[in-house]
């Protein structure tokens, strides 16, 4: 049963360029979160999509979009690459809302903005 | 906003107890977990506890929740080179986003 999976693992861009980070759920999840993980600090909450809408959203400007597909994949869009934007991009799945006690995380993909 | 603080670092030796401390500032939390970050890798949910629960033990790890201090902590017993690792405390409330602390750095000496 694969867990979580992103792609790609490594990334580097250089400011102003757009990215696009994918996510494939683990086996049995239809609910898809985005986090963003600075380097020394704590995951912080992108936005959530279930049935292929964004269902919740953090503290993130309009630049970082989404989108989640039939299958429960999804993609997380940058546009505009600030230096800042430089972190590790954290998936995680779970089964339907209101189910963060059965959040399983990816490995992340780490995105390099020069 | 609402956070979540926990110390940057702690050192034990093998064998010993661990002790790893949160606290968190949103008294409408429903759910707070922990978990663990190896070098290059995602997050892995150790355990969590209800809002409404006080302690919760699971093999070597025992969560206590102080709902009144806002304080959770996670104790690993007989702690092992292994369990050398970075350790998130979070929490979320009905809005089913969650919030975390910094991580603390644990290091286990043999």
């Known amino acids: 049963d694969a867990g979580v999976t992103q792609s790609p693992t490594h990334l580097i861009k250089t400011r102003g360029q757009q990215v696009t980070l994918r996510c494939s759920p683990k086996s049995g999840h239809d609910t898809v979160s985005w986090y963003q993980q600075a380097l020394g600090q704590g995951p912080q909450f992108i936005f959530q999509?279930?049935?292929?809408?964004?269902?919740q959203r953090g503290n993130f400007p309009d630049r970082f979009s989404g989108h989640q597909f039939p299958n429960y994949s999804s993609e997380l869009n940058v546009n505009a690459l600030l230096l800042g934007d430089s972190a590790l991009y954290l998936c995680?799945?779970?089964?339907?809302?209101?189910?963060?006690?059965?959040?399983?995380f990816g490995p992340g993909t780490r995105l390099t903005v020069l | 906003g609402e956070d979540v603080e926990q110390s940057l670092f702690l050192s034990v030796r093998e064998g010993d107890s661990s002790v790893i401390n949160c606290t968190y500032t949103d008294s409408s939390s429903t759910y707070l977990y922990w978990y663990k970050q190896e070098p290059g890798a995602g997050l892995q949910l150790l355990t969590y506890?209800?809002?409404?629960?006080d302690m919760k033990q699971d093999q070597r790890l025992t969560v206590l929740l102080n709902k009144k201090d806002k304080h959770l902590s996670l104790r690993i017993a007989d702690t092992q080179t292994g369990d050398s690792a970075i350790y998130f405390c979070?929490?979320?409330?009905?809005?089913?986003?969650?919030?975390f602390g910094a991580g603390t750095r644990l290091t286990v000496k043999p």
């Open positions: 999509y279930y049935e292929e809408e964004e269902r």
């Open positions: 506890i209800f809002s409404n629960m």
């Open positions: 979070a929490e979320s409330n009905n809005n089913n986003d969650m919030r």
């Open positions: 995680a799945s779970s089964l339907g809302l209101l189910r963060t006690d059965t959040q399983y």
